[in-house]
């Protein structure tokens, strides 16, 4: 059982992107302990410090592990089960990188949406490596991220129906086609053309633009922008 002599908070950072074709979120991969450690791949996250802010500390920790800066990080669960970092396949790791590896460990989960153009995650710290990894092609991850993704992704389905938040993953100039394709991809099912078009032609913020596509094999597409309050 845990040690319920120490109770720790600590932040775990679920960050989407979206690059023209798959719907993605951030990695890192554990630093490797030892010739028969198995470095596993996580959400980045860190423990909060004493006195510190929770959305500071998921700021902090994003720029520490990945060296991301400037975004806008949501919060949208906690979790906290007993056993959550219980794991053998966790605690040899924790117990290198942790004072207190056997305290119960509850942690806050936050979430952002990035254009990938825009960013380029670097290691650092206790991550080895950072990645790209499709939403839909999910290793096992370290510790209970694998559920933590899963509600990171339900939270952005629901966000995605109630708000056009989605406009946060396209580049800043975009077709209708590759916005479909993103709420494709983000939903996980196909969308009739003709009424999703209908749709996101009523969005007083969709800005058409006087350019096309270019550089590609097909008819060139219309170009639009996103511009919040442009009524």
Known sequence: MPNTQYLDISIDCVVFGFDDEQLKVLLIEQNKLDEEHVALKALPGDLVKKGE???????RVLSELTNMQGLFLKQFGAFGHPERVRGSKDQKW???VRENPDAHIVTIGYYSLVRMED???????????????DVYEIPELAFDHNIILEKALERLREDTQNNDISFELLPK????GQLQKLHEMILD???DKRNFRKNVKKLDDLIPLNEKQKGVFHKPAQLYTFERGAE
Request: positive net charge.
């Open 173 to 176: 100039k975009f077709t209708l």
């Open 53 to 59: 802010d929770l959305d500071e500390a998921a700021t």
């Open 189 to 191: 099912k196909k969308l």
């Open 94 to 96: 924790l117990k290198q």
């Open 119 to 133: 960013y380029k995650p670097i290691a650092a710290s206790f991550a080895h490596q950072t990645d790209w990894v």
